[in-house]
């Protein structure tokens, strides 16, 4: 049962005060619940050439796509073409990363889990063509391992990337074609496109970046072919709560059924445990929010943040999306205020605990994965950190973003951490063991950094 009835007007003030605190330039809202939906817009889609956001506007979704993935091979499971446990090279024999036991051993599952343990954030531009996820696939070869296969949740763009090529070998048609018709026109998305070019005709939103007093456009805009099974969709909110009612069980909302009723349930089932009530379904984040379970994905593109939030009990949704590079603390603190005011539901923040040098110490060494390096050592006592980007985004060959500034780490429970200042304030950091007790990992922005010395 919901709890509380919320004036919009409310929420949209709640919104434009945060806009102007983290500095965003454009946002849209959009609830469902009580079975109504509200949708705003606020601000404008692009400093350069400024249009103001409404509720139809359009806005890249990143990885939000993934689930929407996860429901196209869940449709084609129980249309008897995909097999979760089988190994992936039954349906890509060509498929291959450095390490020969994860190449053979590695399952469907393993990817919507996001526990194939390879490095995962491989980006690669290769080709507009049909043979795109192709070519991605085989790039994946020299992909090396993080962790043992099935061991411990990584997030890996790459698997998403291996799901979409398993779906063009088990339909006969392109990734796009497939999502299309087996996902997005039975659901009745109808402003929900792949193709940059089918989106350029309505009113769409660009990413910004830079100070949050003078942010500025950020280029390119579109994603490459071969991203689109793991981040590529772009949608306005009433499509995305559309998608999101269907999951919350509500069958009205899709012209047709694309999956029954117990394929929506294991997609929002924990299939695997993070840390505490966090885990991962298939394809979804799985959570709790004052003991109440949710699921959720956020999105990231060059510039736009996005999150989608769901209450399955309680038959609420609420997404919402932002054009700017530090829209995460906006959407983290607008879904918050949602749960509080709409459902009584809280989401307390951890507490950062006194610690001892000798509890601190284990922590200190060097950290890195393919994309990113960090360093912790002990200054005055304290837990400090220095973070070094190693490639850029969107492809390979993107120049690495300057470092941010060094930061401060607190414990906030055996062998979690918690980043107390800077611009990554309130990002949680996991400690993450050998089966023999040493310290093998860490996990930051859910992805595993391996203790190099």
Do not use: C
Request: net charge negative; aromatic share 6%; hydrophobic share 40%.
């Amino acid at each position: 049962m919901s709890t509380q009835t919320v004036d919009p007007q409310a929420l949209g003030e709640f919104v434009k005060d945060k806009m102007q605190e983290v500095g965003v330039p454009g946002v849209a809202v959009g609830i469902w619940h009580d079975d109504g939906m509200m949708a705003q817009g606020f601000g404008v889609t692009n400093v350069d050439h400024p249009l103001p956001v409404t509720d139809t506007t359009l806005f890249q979704i990143g990885s939000i796509t993934k689930t929407f993935t996860g429901t196209l091979v869940m449709r084609l499971v129980e249309e008897g073409k995909i097999d979760l446990g089988a190994p992936l090279q039954r349906y890509v024999p060509e498929f291959r990363v450095v390490d020969a036991g994860a190449s053979t051993q590695a399952t469907m599952r393993h990817l919507l889990t996001h526990t194939g343990g390879w490095e995962g954030d491989l980006f690669l531009d290769t080709g507009p063509g049909d043979d795109a996820l192709a070519k991605y696939v085989a790039a994946m070869a020299e992909q090396t391992q993080l962790a043992p296969i099935g061991a411990h949740f990584s997030y890996n763009n790459a698997g998403f990337a291996l799901a979409g090529l398993v779906i063009e070998r088990v339909t006969g048609q392109s990734y796009e074609a497939a999502l299309h018709s087996l996902v997005l026109e039975p659901l009745g998305l109808e402003q929900t496109f792949l193709e940059p070019s089918d989106a350029m005709t309505y009113r769409f939103a660009v990413g910004h970046g830079g100070p949050k007093e003078t942010p500025a456009v950020l280029r390119p805009w579109p994603l490459t072919r071969a991203t689109r099974s793991m981040g590529g969709l772009i949608t306005h909110v009433h499509d995305l709560l559309r998608y999101a009612r269907f999951h919350l069980g509500d069958s009205s909302a899709a012209r047709q059924p694309v999956i029954q009723p117990q394929g929506v349930a294991q997609m929002a089932s924990p299939q695997v445990s993070i840390w505490g009530d966090e885990g991962r379904g298939l394809a979804w984040g799985t959570n709790e929010a004052g003991g109440v379970p949710t699921i959720g994905h956020g999105g990231g593109t060059l510039g736009q943040i996005s999150q989608l939030t769901l209450v399955p009990s309680r038959g609420f949704a609420i997404a919402v999306f932002t054009n700017a590079q530090r829209g995460g603390e906006l959407t983290r603190a607008v879904v918050e205020w949602a749960l509080r005011h709409y459902l009584g539901l809280e989401t307390p923040t951890p507490k950062a605990l006194e610690s001892s040098v000798e509890e601190l110490t284990p922590y200190v060494g060097l950290y890195r994965n393919m994309m990113t390096q960090v360093e912790l050592g002990l200054l005055n006592g304290r837990l400090v950190g220095q973070s070094v980007y190693l490639k850029g985004f969107p492809t390979n060959d993107t120049p690495p973003p300057p470092p941010p500034a060094p930061m401060t780490l607190a414990r906030v429970e055996a062998d979690r951490l918690m980043i107390i200042d800077g611009e990554m304030k309130g990002t949680l950091v996991d400690v993450v063991r050998t089966p023999e007790g040493e310290i093998g990992w860490l996990r930051a922005g859910g992805r595993l950094l391996r203790k190099v010395s």
